[in-house]
């Protein structure tokens, strides 16, 4: 059985700390787990993203690129990422995730 959780709140929430502890209990209890970093801004984790939107397109590279301030380039990514979705599809389905196996955590930070 596959299970997914699809981690969302504001800055400051705990998001990232939910996920980096859900994925250690995960490596403890010898589990396969994969985070899927949803969050174009996102400067580092401290646990390890299988899929990264940052590899598709970033906020940096939108406010360097269109001169967009910050949350320009959020709108922005975010509705590239939507008219986008196969990129997170396509590498769902590929050998990224292991053997397609194993709960999938989504962090919007």
């Known amino acids: 059985m596959k299970y997914a959780q699809l981690i969302m709140g504001p800055a400051g929430a705990g998001k990232s700390t939910f996920c980096n502890t859900i994925s250690n209990h995960c490596v403890n209890i010898k589990r396969s787990v994969h985070c899927i970093n949803l969050d174009p ?3 580092e984790f401290k646990y390890p993203v299988s899929i990264d939107i940052r590899d598709l397109i970033s906020v ?3 406010m360097e690129e ?3 301030g910050p949350n320009g380039g959020l709108i922005y990514a975010i509705d590239y990422l939507l008219q986008n979705m196969v990129f997170i599809l396509k590498k769902s389905e590929n050998d990224e995730l292991g053997a397609k196996n194993g709960p999938k955590s989504f962090d919007f930070s």
């Open 60 to 62: 940096e590279e939108i």
């Open 41 to 43: 801004a996102a400067d």
């Open 66 to 68: 269109l001169e967009y």
